[in-house]
């Protein structure tokens, strides 16, 4: 009776090269996250310039207009958002309603910071930059538009 299977050097040179395999991939799963807060960066910084970009239009369709001097925080009414404070931690926080946190520094938490522009009149706009508290290195940034 002839027996069938593998030999103990066939399973042994198998294992080997899997193994092998395994050690030139592994590097380039492990910097999976760096990416991951990378894109979620972006994510957040898109998500705010969809956001400040809606909240103009909605300005607009209440009667404020480009050029004009920023009304009171009242003058409008809800739900325009008043962005006239810059690129704050506040004003993303508002923009954004639920689902991310915005503070100065603490674990799953973003910050906001002003790259350039003032805010003077209704439809001004400042580039603003979205940092990853995990991680300062990794930032995005957006377009914010005055309102108010």
């Known amino acids: 009776m002839k027996q069938q299977g593998f ?7 198998v294992i080997v090269i899997l193994g092998i395999l395994a050690a030139t991939a592994l590097p380039k799963f492990v910097d999976m996250s760096g990416d991951a807060r990378k894109a979620a960066a972006q994510g957040v910084a898109g ?4 956001g400040s970009n809606i909240n103009y239009a909605a300005a607009m369709a209440k009667g404020q207009v480009q050029g004009k001097a920023l009304a009171s925080a009242t003058a409008i009414g809800a739900p325009v958002i008043d962005t006239s404070g810059g690129c704050t931690n506040t004003v993303a926080g508002n923009l ?12 799953g938490t973003y910050a906001l910071s002003t790259v350039s522009g003032t805010l003077t009149n209704v439809g001004d706009t400042v580039t603003c930059k979205v940092t990853n508290n995990d991680d300062t290195t990794i930032s995005a940034n957006f377009v914010l538009v005055g309102t108010k």
């Open 7 to 13: 030999t103990l050097i066939e399973l042994i040179v």
């Open 47 to 50: 998500a705010l310039n969809s």
């Open 96 to 107: 954004m309603q639920a689902g991310v946190s915005f503070a100065a520094s603490g674990a």
